[in-house]
C-alpha cells in the first residue's frame, strides 16, 4: 500500500514535470507575444498588455524601426514544399511498403537503403547535395534539390508507418476480390486502399510535419528563396522581437488546425472499424 | 468439368501437394476430406490460382489455365474468413465482383440491383442489404461470403472450410443450406473440410487427401463401408484399426490370434467398424464366423441416439464399439470389468503393409 503511494507520487511529479517542459516554452512565448510594442523586448515583465506584435505580423502597426518578419513568401513556399514532399513521400512509401509484402531477393538491403535516408545526419546529406549540385552544375532552389532532400528525409517515414500497417494487413480480402474476377489494379484501388487510408493519413502528416520545419537539410540546398525556418532564423541574427513570438503562436494554432482536421478523419474512419467489429456470433434467423 | 493433372506444389522443397489427377464434373457437390496439413487448402489455392504449381496443369472445360491469374478464371473461391470488405455495405459486398471484374462487368445498375437482390434472397438475407459486415452474426457473414461469390456465376465455387469457424449447432444448418442453394443454382461445389462427417454428410463424391496425395476417390458411402487405405479408415474415425501380422491361422495382434476373412494373408492392419463390434461376457467361445478378442472396460459416453462404449485392448489401446439406442438399451459394466469384444469376420477391413485395402471374399461380393 505504502509502495503504491510512493509509486503514485513519483508518477506525478514526473508526469507534472513532462508537461511543464511539453508546454512551458509555449506558454512563456504565449505570454511574451503579448507584449507591449515597438518598446518592449522578449523579457519580463510584461510592461503592458497589448497586441500590436500580432498587427506587426500582418503589417498593420504604425512604421517603426523594427522590420517587418520576412515571412510571407517564405510561408508560402514552405506550405508548397511540405505539401508536395508530402504528396510524393506518401504515395512512394505506400507503393514501397506494398512491394515490401511479399519477400523479394534484396529486401533486406532495400530495406536499409530506403531508411538511411532519415538515419544520415541532415547537416552531412545538405552538404553534400549542395556539392553534387554544385558539381553538376544545377542551381540549388528549394523546389528542386531541396525538395529532393526533403523527399529523401520524410519518405522512410511515410514507408515505416506504411509497412507498419500492412503487417496488419489481412491478404485474404485481395484475394477475395482476384477471385471475383476484378484485376489486381482495381483491387487496390477499390478494397485495399479504403482499408489502409488511416495509415496513409497517418503517413501524410508526418512528411508534412517533417518538411514544414526540416532546417538542416534546406539550410545547404535551398538556393537563394529560403523556407520559413530558415527565413525565421535570420531573424534571430540580428534581434529578437516579440513579434516572433506572435508568430509562433499563430504556427502552432496552425498546427493545432491540421492536428484537429486529422483528428476528425481518424476519428470516423475508427467509428466506421468499429462498427465492422461489433459483428456478435448469433443464431442465424 | 475440369481436369486436374499430376498438381503438385512444395513448399522449400517438402510437397503440400503432390501429384493430385482428378476430374470434377458439372453440377456435382464434391467434397476434399484431409486432416490438417494434408494439403487441402493448397489444392483449393493452386485451382483458384492464389498458388503456382510446380508441375501438372488444370484444365477447365478444356482450356488450360494452368497459369492464367486470379482474376481471368471464372472460378469462385469462398474463404474460410469469409474476408467480406468491411468498408462496404453488404448490398455492396455482393455486388463487387459484378460492377468491377475485368470480363463482362455489369454496368446496368438496375441488372446489378436485380441480380444481387434475387441473390440475397437465395441466401436469405434480403432485409440485411444495407447492413455493414461488422454488423452481422458469422452465419450471416458466410451467407453474405457465399452470395458474393454466386452472383457471379463461377463456372466452380471452390470452399474452404466454410463452415469451420460456426458453432456446431449453426454448422448442422448451414450443410442444409448450401446443398439446398447449390441445387438450385446448378453449379459445382468443391468444399474442403476437415470434419469427416460433414464430408460424408454432403458430397456425391468425396476425395481424402493424406500427405498431399488423392488417396481416394469415391461416394461417401463407399468411402466409409470401405476405405482404400488404412489412413483413409483412420481419418474416418469409425473404425479400430488392430496393428500386427498375418500368420498360418489368423492376424498375430500382440498376444491374441484373430480370425482373418478370406484371401486376406498378406494383411498388416486390421480393421472393426465401431458400430459393427459388440460386447459380451468374458470367457465364452466365439459364435461360429465371429472373432473375439479380450477387453477391459473404461467407460462409456452418452451421445443422444447412440452409445459409445470404450474398453482396453490387452496391448493397451482403445477399442470402441457403438451402440445405436434404437437398437438396444445401454448398459453399463463397472470400471476394469473384463469382458470379451467380438465382430463377424466378414465385417473385417484388412489392409496390406503398404496400407492398402485387400479385397477379399465379401468385398468382391458387394461391389
Redesign the interface.
Known amino acids: 500500500m505504502h509502495h503504491l503511494k510512493v509509486t503514485r507520487g513519483a508518477l506525478a511529479v514526473y508526469t507534472a514535470l513532462f508537461i511543464l517542459f511539453l508546454y512551458g516554452p509555449f506558454v512563456v512565448m504565449g505570454i511574451l507575444s503579448f507584449q507591449k510594442g515597438p518598446e518592449g523586448g522578449p523579457q519580463f515583465p510584461i510592461l503592458e498588455w497589448s497586441t500590436f506584435w500580432y498587427s506587426h505580423i500582418f503589417g498593420f502597426a504604425p512604421p517603426s524601426r523594427i522590420a517587418p518578419l520576412p515571412i510571407g513568401q517564405a510561408l508560402t513556399r514552405s506550405l508548397t514544399l511540405a505539401f508536395a514532399t508530402m504528396v510524393v513521400s506518401t504515395i512512394l512509401g505506400t507503393l514501397t511498403a506494398q512491394a515490401f509484402r511479399t519477400k523479394f531477393r534484396g529486401s533486406g538491403v532495400v530495406f536499409y537503403l530506403v531508411v538511411l535516408g532519415m538515419m544520415v545526419p541532415g547537416v552531412l546529406l545538405g552538404l553534400g547535395m549542395a556539392l553534387v549540385a554544385d558539381q553538376l552544375g544545377v542551381a540549388r532552389n528549394w523546389w528542386s534539390t531541396a525538395f529532393v532532400l526533403h523527399v529523401v528525409y520524410t519518405f522512410p517515414f511515410a514507408f515505416l508507418v506504411m509497412l507498419a500497417i500492412f503487417n496488419r494487413f489481412d491478404q485474404s480480402v485481395e484475394e477475395a476480390a482476384w477471385a471475383l474476377g476484378v484485376p489486381p489494379g482495381r483491387t487496390f484501388r477499390k478494397v485495399t486502399f479504403p482499408m489502409i487510408f488511416p495509415g496513409v493519413l497517418s503517413a501524410m502528416l508526418f512528411a508534412f510535419t517533417l518538411s514544414y520545419d526540416e532546417f538542416p537539410r534546406t539550410l545547404f540546398t535551398g538556393g537563394p528563396n529560403v523556407t520559413m525556418p530558415l527565413a525565421i532564423y535570420g531573424t534571430f541574427a540580428v534581434e529578437i522581437h516579440p513579434n516572433l513570438f506572435a508568430f509562433g503562436v499563430l504556427t502552432t494554432l496552425f498546427s493545432f488546425a491540421l492536428l484537429t482536421v486529422y483528428g476528425v478523419l481518424m476519428g470516423a474512419s475508427v467509428r466506421r472499424a468499429r462498427l465492422r467489429a461489433q459483428g456478435v456470433q448469433e443464431d442465424i434467423a | 468439368m475440369m481436369e486436374l493433372t499430376g498438381l503438385t506444389r512444395r513448399f522449400d522443397g517438402v510437397p503440400a501437394v503432390s501429384d493430385v489427377t482428378l476430374t470434377v464434373r458439372d453440377d456435382e457437390y464434391l467434397t476434399l476430406l484431409g486432416p490438417s496439413g494434408a494439403g487441402k487448402s493448397t489444392l483449393l489455392r493452386l485451382i483458384?490460382?492464389?498458388e503456382r504449381p510446380d508441375s501438372g496443369s488444370i484444365r477447365l472445360n478444356g482450356e488450360d489455365i494452368t497459369h492464367r491469374?486470379?482474376?481471368?478464371r471464372?472460378?469462385?473461391?469462398v474463404?474460410q474468413?469469409y474476408?467480406?470488405?468491411?468498408?462496404i455495405s453488404v448490398f455492396d459486398n455482393v455486388a463487387?465482383?459484378l460492377r468491377?471484374?475485368?470480363?463482362d462487368p455489369v454496368t446496368d445498375e438496375t441488372g446489378v440491383k436485380r441480380r444481387v437482390d434475387a441473390m440475397l434472397e437465395l441466401v436469405?438475407l434480403s432485409d440485411l442489404g444495407q447492413r455493414?459486415?461488422?454488423?452481422?452474426?458469422?452465419?450471416?457473414?458466410q451467407?453474405v461470403?457465399l452470395a458474393?461469390?454466386l452472383v457471379?456465376e463461377p463456372k466452380i465455387c471452390l470452399l474452404d472450410e466454410p463452415l469451420g469457424a460456426l458453432?456446431a449447432?449453426?454448422r448442422e444448418?448451414?450443410t442444409v443450406e448450401l446443398r439446398r442453394i447449390r441445387e438450385a443454382l446448378g453449379v459445382t461445389f468443391m468444399h474442403v473440410t476437415g470434419n469427416e462427417a460433414e464430408a460424408l454428410a454432403m458430397g456425391d463424391r468425396m476425395i481424402v487427401l493424406d500427405r498431399g496425395r488423392a488417396v481416394m476417390i469415391d461416394a461417401p458411402d463407399t468411402v466409409y463401408a470401405r476405405p482404400a487405405t488404412v489412413a483413409v479408415a483412420k481419418f474416418l474415425n469409425a473404425y479400430n484399426v488392430l496393428d500386427g501380422k498375418a500368420e498360418i491361422g489368423g492376424f498375430r495382434h500382440g498376444d491374441v490370434l484373430l480370425p482373418l476373412p478370406e484371401g486376406a494373408a498378406r494383411a498388416a492392419h486390421y480393421a472393426v467398424r465401431y458400430d459393427l463390434a459388440s460386447i459380451e461376457p468374458a470367457g465364452g467361445a466365439p459364435a461360429p464366423g465371429r472373432a473375439a478378442m479380450p477387453a477391459a472396460f473404461i467407460a462409456r459416453e452418452f451421445l443422444g441416439s447412440r452409445v459409445v462404449y470404450f474398453l482396453h485392448r490387452p496391448d493397451g489401446g482403445v477399442f470402441e464399439v457403438e451402440r445405436h439406442l434404437s437398437r438396444s438399451d445401454p448398459v453399463d459394466h463397472p470400471k476394469d470389468a473384463a469382458l470379451t469384444v467380438t465382430w463377424a469376420v466378414d465385417d473385417v477391413l484388412a489392409f496390406d503393409a503398404s496400407g492398402r485395402l485387400i479385397e477379399t471374399r465379401r468385398l468382391k461380393g458387394a461391389a
Do not use: C, I, Y
Not at chain 2, 69 to 72: A, I, N, R
Not at chain 2, 74 to 77: D, E, K, N, P, Q
Open positions: 483458384a490460382g492464389l491469374p486470379t482474376h481471368t471464372g472460378l469462385g473461391f474463404q474468413s474476408a467480406l470488405f468491411p468498408h463487387f465482383g468491377n471484374r475485368l470480363v436469405g455493414m459486415p461488422g454488423q452481422l452474426s458469422g452465419g450471416q457473414k451467407r461470403s458474393r461469390t457471379t458453432d449447432n449453426l444448418r448451414m
